[in-house]
T-cell receptor, first 116, second 112 residues
Framework: KAGVTQTPRYLIKTRGQQVTLSCSPISGHRSVSWYQQTPGQGLQFLFE???????NKGNFPGRFSGRQFSNSRSEMNVSTLELGDSALYLC???????????????FGNGTRLTVT | GQQLNQSPQSMFIQEGEDVSMNCTSSSIFNTWLWYKQDPGEGPVLLIALYKAGELTSNGRLTAQFGITRKDSFLNISASIPSDVGIYFC????????????FGTGTRLKVLA
């Protein structure tokens, strides 16, 4: 079974630009979450999508947005990039559990974004 | 941002030694997860815990969901060089949500 696939692996952008990152979840997983990882703040929750709807959102400014498509693939967009947006952006998908318990996250290898 | 207290922050151990690390929270959690992250890769799920007191093993790894639901422990027995990496705990406070809070990480280095 293929894992979570994120593209591109690396991105270099300049301040003020915008960027779109892509994530393909594990087959059969309908929940997709996005996390930002930095040395100073660690892993921070951005948002989570299920059936094309955003169900949860973290404490990030409105410049960070996302969406999910009918095939469960997801994209996140960051507009008006700032130097502090440099980070590893991780996507994770979660399997359905039938409500028995909470679903664990299965991560991709991330997109390393550098803003100059 | 919100993070869980994870300790130790880093540790150097000899190959063959046992390792223990833990995470604590001021909030009650319904789920605890443990991950390992290697350089340049995403975190890989090691163990998932869903009930207070639950003790689960995965090979040489054993993790426990604390009785108070505010902490969790990960033990690695007979460490080997490939155990090197950063270990993260993650907790989920609200059932049915997918917002996990992650620990600050434990960087493990194994000396052969």
């Amino acid at each position: 079974k293929a894992g979570v696939t994120q593209t591109p692996r690396y991105l270099i952008k300049t301040r003020g630009q915008q960027v779109t990152l892509s994530c393909s979840p594990i087959s059969g997983h309908r929940s997709v979450s996005w996390y930002q990882q930095t040395p100073g703040q660690g892993l921070q929750f951005l948002f989570e999508y299920f059936s094309e709807t955003q169900r949860n959102k973290g404490n990030f400014p409105g410049r960070f947005s996302g969406r999910q498509f009918s095939n469960s693939r997801s994209e996140m967009n960051v507009s008006t990039l700032e130097l502090g947006d440099s980070a590893l952006y991780l996507c994770a998908s979660s399997p359905p559990t039938g409500g028995l318990h909470n679903s664990p996250l299965h991560f991709g290898n991330g997109t390393r974004l550098t803003v100059t | 941002g919100q993070q869980l207290n994870q300790s130790p922050q880093s540790m150097f151990i000899q190959e063959g030694e046992d390792v223990s690390m833990n995470c604590t929270s001021s909030s009650i959690f319904n789920t605890w997860l443990w991950y390992k992250q290697d350089p340049g890769e995403g975190p890989v799920l090691l163990i998932a815990l869903y009930k207070a007191g639950e003790l689960t093993s995965n090979g040489r790894l054993t993790a426990q969901f604390g009785i108070t639901r505010k902490d969790s422990f990960l033990n690695i027995s007979a460490s080997i060089p490939s155990d090197v990496g950063i270990y993260f705990c993650a907790g989920q406070a609200l059932a049915g949500t997918y917002k996990y809070i992650f620990g600050t990480g434990t960087r493990l280095k194994v000396l052969a």
